[in-house]
């Protein structure tokens, strides 16, 4: 099992930025990706970034720019910073954690609401 709380997003004008932690507990050791995926209204749910045990990384080509990824392995904790915000990036943000046995978990999510 494998236990994410997320932290962080919130309301920013456009332009600003936000940053939202994703700590990992439990049988850290099996995950070999985490990633941020978010779901803004009415719409399906899309890859934000992509982290892998390895250290790949692979960002929306959209988001490239704007959004990246980090970690902080001394307690496992992945962090998402978003820069240059924009209204359509309004959406419910998830951290989710893939392990070796094919599993995923999800953290609760974060709101994170630009405003133009």
């Known amino acids: 099992q494998v236990q994410l709380v997320e932290s962080g997003g919130g309301l920013v004008q456009a332009g600003g930025s936000l940053r939202s932690s994703c700590p990992a507990s439990?049988?850290?050791?099996?995950?070999?990706?985490m990633r941020w995926v978010r779901r803004a209204p009415g719409k399906q749910r899309e890859l934000v970034t992509h982290?892998?045990?390895?250290?790949?990384?692979n960002n929306a080509d959209s988001l490239r720019s704007r959004f990246t990824i980090s970690t902080d392995n001394t307690n496992y904790t992945r962090y998402l910073q978003m820069n240059s915000l924009k209204p359509e990036d309004t959406a419910v943000y998830y951290c989710?954690?893939?392990?070796?046995?094919?599993?995923?978990?999800w953290g609760q999510g974060t709101q994170v609401t630009v405003s133009s």
């Open positions: 989710t954690a893939e392990n070796d046995y094919e599993q995923n978990y």
């Open positions: 982290l892998t045990r390895g250290g790949l990384t």
């Open positions: 439990g049988s850290i050791r099996d995950i070999n990706a």
